[in-house]
């Protein structure tokens, strides 16, 4: 079946630090890659997606490349802000029909001024 | 983007209550839905998915007779959860996916309400 492994947590960064979140996967074919936001109290957002090979998901500086070789889609930030801490999830879904999505178990990240 | 709501964003219940939460597409119609449930630093765990119409499908290990869903139009879902527990406290998620087209390329997007978050005391 469908997976989706992350990067335990929580992770604490000083403001301007490079952040990465590690993010692996097993699908059946070629599915559609996320990046969820959760905000403290907040429902989900999505912060970028790639739907194939080599595709890069980019949004408020953040970056994630669809790897099938390595099946991987890991997150990326150059310079992480206070305002970033928040809880990351990695989700795979197949690109057809009303499928749900398949979520990592998130990562919190909080990041000190 | 498209939106969706759910309402309400937290309830407080006494044991052996019922909670109803709504789940509405406001910009675009669903026809199915997803309910997920959120366990305090966990992830989203798949509940049901709620089909327009018919009845929904549940996830193993998930009571039918519990967690009642109902989606009777293509813009509302609701859970109740009957009978409610202190275990049953927790953080609800709905979503939808909306398909758009751009450029001649139609593109499938999953899209969330705020949560609601559940205490039953």
């Known amino acids: 079946g469908n997976s989706v492994t992350q990067m335990e947590g929580p992770v604490t960064l000083s403001e301007e630090a490079f952040l990465t979140i590690n993010c692996t996967y097993t699908?059946?074919?070629?599915?559609?890659l996320f990046w969820y936001v959760q905000y403290p109290g907040e429902g989900l957002q999505l912060l970028l997606k790639?739907?194939?090979?080599?595709d890069k998901g980019s949004n408020k500086g953040f970056e994630a490349t669809y790897r099938k070789e390595t099946t991987s889609f890991h997150l990326e930030k150059g310079s992480v802000q206070v305002s970033d801490s928040a809880v990351y999830f990695c989700?795979?879904?197949?690109?057809?029909?009303?499928?749900?999505?398949?979520f990592g178990k998130g990562t919190r990240l909080s990041v000190i001024a | 983007g498209a939106v969706v709501s759910q309402h309400p964003s937290w309830v407080i219940c006494k044991s052996g209550t019922s909670v109803k939460i709504e789940c509405r597409s406001l910009?675009?119609?669903?026809?199915?839905m997803f309910w997920y449930r959120q366990f305090p630093k966990q992830s989203l765990m798949l509940m049901a998915t709620?089909?327009?119409?018919?009845?929904?499908?549940?996830e193993q290990g998930v009571e039918k007779d519990k967690f009642l869903i109902n989606h009777a139009s293509l813009t509302l879902s609701t859970l109740t959860v009957t009978s409610a527990h202190p275990e049953d406290s927790s953080f609800y998620i709905c979503?939808?996916?909306?398909?758009?087209?751009?450029?001649?390329?139609?593109?499938?997007?999953?899209?969330f309400g705020q949560g609601t978050r559940l205490t039953v005391v």
């Open positions: 979503s939808a996916r909306a398909s758009f087209s751009t450029t001649g390329r139609t593109n499938t997007e999953a899209f």
């Open positions: 699908a059946t074919g070629y599915p559609s």
């Open positions: 790639a739907t194939k090979a080599d």
């Open positions: 989700a795979l879904t197949r690109n057809s029909g009303n499928t749900p999505l398949v």
């Open positions: 910009d675009f119609q669903a026809t199915t």
């Open positions: 709620s089909n327009e119409g018919s009845k929904a499908t549940y």
